[in-house]
C-alpha cells in the first residue's frame, strides 16, 4: 500500500480485524448483509503521516441516514461558539468576510457566524445533518470538499477569509485536493484552520478507538506540515484542545504572508522526542492496544461471573472499534444509551448490542455502565451524580482499563 499523500510505500503496523461501518447503526433485518472491512493502521516513514490502509467508500459512511449530530454534546457546542470567537476575533478582516466550513454537520459551528450576519457556507456531504443546519440559519450546500468545489464555489461566493473544520479533516482521504481547492479558495491572506484528535495523545493514552472507517488519518503538527506544504501552505500556528482526548487545532497560511508562531517549532521538537517520527513507536502502541483489549475484556467477563448488570454509556462511532477489537457482544454489555434518536431500537454495528434510549438507564440503573463517551467524562460525570449516588460505577477503558465510582 502507498502513501496517500507522497506515495511511498507505508508500514501497516497492525490490525484491528474487520470492522463494521463505525455509524453504521442496523435492524436485525439487515445483520446478513452488513458490511466489513480490514482495519489496520500504517505509518509513511517520509511523510510522517499515520493512516488507515483500506477505507469504504464515501458514500457508505456519509448519506442522508448519517447517524452523528454535533449537538448531542453541549460542552461541543460551547467549545465551537468559542472556536467561533476567536477565528473571528483573529483571523477576520473587516470587509467582505466569508467563512467556509468543512463537515459542517448541524451547525453548531456556523451558527455563531450566522448569527452576526457573517458571510458563510457549511460544506457538508450528510443531507439530513446539513438539513438540520438550516433550522440555525446555516447556509450548507451538501457535497464533498475538494478543488473542483472549491472552484464552483469561488464563482459563486468570491474569496474566503477562512476555511475552516472541526473533527472534519481526518475524515478526508483525498487531502492533495483539498489542499488544491484551499490554495484556490483562500484569499492571499486566507487561512485554513483546523483540528482533530491528536496524535501524541492517541499514543500517550492508547485511543486506539480514534481509529475506525471515518478516521482515516490521525494527525500531528510534523504531517499536517508536510500534507499542507505541497501546496504552498505553512503550518503558522498550533493550540493544543482538551476535546475528544486530546486535540490540536493547526493554522496554515500561504507561505511568507504570515508571521510564524514559536509554538510551532517548540511542537515538532516535542514530536521528535515523543518518538511520532519512529516505527517503533506504533510497535509498542500495538503492543498496548492488546494489552488494553485483554484487561477489558477480563473486567467484563470478571463482573458476568459475579452476576452484576454491565450496560454501555454511549454508542459512539468509537465504541465500534473497541467492541469489534475486543469481541463484545450482548454476552458481556446488556444494552447501550444513547441519547441520539436515530440510533435508538437499532443494534451497534458488528456487535448487535441493542441501543436503548437514554430514559432506560435512568428508570434502571445497572451495577457498572462502560464508558464509551470517555471523551466528554466532564460533561457526563457531571450530569450523573444521581446514578454515583446509587451506587452505580463506571468501567473506563482510557488511559487504561479501571473502575471508577
Ligand atoms: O469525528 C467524529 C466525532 C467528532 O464525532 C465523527 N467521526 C463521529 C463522532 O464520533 P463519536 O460518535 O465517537 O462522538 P462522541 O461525541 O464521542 O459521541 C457521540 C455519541 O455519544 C452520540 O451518539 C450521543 C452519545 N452521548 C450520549 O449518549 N450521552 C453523548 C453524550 C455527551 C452523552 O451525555
Known sequence: MKCRICSTEITEFM?????????????????????????????????????????????????????????TSNSMVAHFGEYARWVQENY??????????????????????????????????????????????????????????????????????????????????????????????????????????????????????????????????TSVANIFGRHGFELIDVLPQTTHGGSMRYVLAKKGQREVSPAVSKQLTHEKNLGLEKLETYEQFRKNCERNRDDLVRILKEKKAEGARVVGYAATSKSTTVLNYCSIGSDLIEYISDTTPIKQGKFCPGSHILVKAYSKFKENYPDYAVLFAWNHDQEIMANETEYKDAGGKWILFVPEVSIKS
Do not use: W
Open 92 to 221: 477576520l478582516e473587516d470587509v467582505d468576510q466569508f467563512v467556509v466550513e468543512l463537515g459542517s454537520n448541524d451547525g453548531a459551528m456556523l451558527e455563531n457566524f450566522a448569527k452576526k450576519d457573517i458571510r458563510h457556507l457549511g460544506v457538508e456531504p450528510s443531507g439530513n445533518v446539513a438539513e438540520e443546519a438550516r433550522k440555525y440559519g446555516v447556509n450548507s450546500v451538501v457535497d464533498f470538499f475538494g478543488a473542483e468545489l472549491a472552484g464552483k464555489v469561488l464563482e459563486e461566493y468570491g474569496s474566503a477569509d477562512v476555511i475552516m473544520a472541526a473533527n472534519v479533516m481526518c475524515h478526508i482521504p483525498d487531502l492533495l485536493s483539498v489542499g488544491e481547492g484551499a490554495a484556490k479558495l483562500l484569499k492571499p491572506k486566507g487561512v485554513l484552520i483546523f483540528e482533530d484528535p491528536y496524535l501524541g495523545d492517541v499514543i500517550e493514552k492508547t485511543s486506539y478507538d480514534q481509529l475506525y472507517d471515518e478516521h482515516v488519518y490521525v494527525f500531528s503538527a
Open 15 to 71: 490490525t484491528f480485524g474487520k470492522m463494521p461501518i463505525a455509524n453504521g447503526f442496523l435492524e436485525k433485518n439487515q445483520f446478513e448483509d452488513e458490511y466489513f472491512f480490514e482495519l489496520s493502521p500504517a505509518f509513511c516513514d517520509e511523510c510522517k503521516t499515520l493512516q488507515i490502509v483500506e477505507q469504504p467508500e464515501p458514500d457508505r459512511m456519509f448519506h442522508g441516514e448519517y447517524a452523528f449530530f454535533t449537538r
